[in-house]
């Protein structure tokens, strides 16, 4: 018998839609039969994404309960302090020291997204990304100029100085990539795409298409001017 594709159910979208309107513990404890439901449906999805992108990659997260975020937000610092979030998220590590970057999914009623980069790099690692960006530049702009990468994804995302690095020239001509604190790609997802029975595939195709950009900053992040893994 053929293997069914886990797909994200309208009642997932409706329990978070719950969530949204009743984030307390009380109405949480007397819904957590239907949270535990939705929890192992989405627990399924992400194993099966998870099993999909090791056919094109090698990823440090031995299972999706490894890979799925809790629900449980933390309070200590924040504001808002609702104990739960509203929505499902998981994040992928790739494997190794030698391939950087990671994949992100967020899935909420209106607000679904995939994510795929490096979100705060270490200051070494912003380092040696930014003169590698004043060495090849012209590179750079071709990498993110790729047409099946740049239609679906758009711009590179991340957040910028408001200022010139320190040590750079503020006249570079790629001045706008050097002020990057982060570097990654971003695409957002219509709630009737989510609930399509081929939305894990298409996660799938979308993280394989970040490839490129992952290869090359991990050939930045792992190797010197001569080739030489650092």
């Known amino acids: 018998m053929k293997k069914q594709k886990p797909t994200i159910k309208k009642e997932s979208f409706n329990f978070l839609k719950d969530l949204s309107k009743n984030n307390n513990r009380d109405w949480f404890n007397k819904h957590k039969d239907r949270y535990q439901a939705e929890h192992e449906k989405i627990l399924a999805f992400a194993e099966d994404l998870l099993e999909r992108m090791r056919a094109h990659d090698e990823i440090e997260n031995a299972s999706a309960k490894k890979v799925l975020h809790r629900i449980y937000k933390d309070v200590r610092f924040a504001k808002d302090k609702s104990p739960y979030k509203t929505h499902w998220s998981g994040s992928f590590k790739r494997a190794t020291k030698q391939r950087r970057g990671g994949y992100h999914f967020h899935i909420e009623p209106g607000n679904t997204y995939i994510a795929g980069g490096f979100f705060g790099p270490e200051v070494s690692d ?86 490129p950009f992952f290869d090359y900053m991990s050939d930045v992040l792992t190797t010197d001017l001569n080739g030489e893994s650092i």
């Open 126 to 211: 912003l380092k040696r990304i930014r003169e590698d960006i004043v060495r090849n530049h012209k590179q750079w702009r071709k990498l993110l100029e790729n047409k099946k990468s740049k239609e679906f994804f758009g711009p590179l995302r991340g957040e910028k100085l408001l200022t010139t690095p320190k040590g750079f020239d503020k006249d570079h001509p790629a001045i706008d990539l050097l002020r990057h604190k982060s570097f990654y790609l971003k695409h957002n997802f219509t709630d009737k795409e989510v609930l399509s029975e081929d939305f894990v595939e298409t996660l799938n195709r979308a993280f394989k298409n970040l490839r």
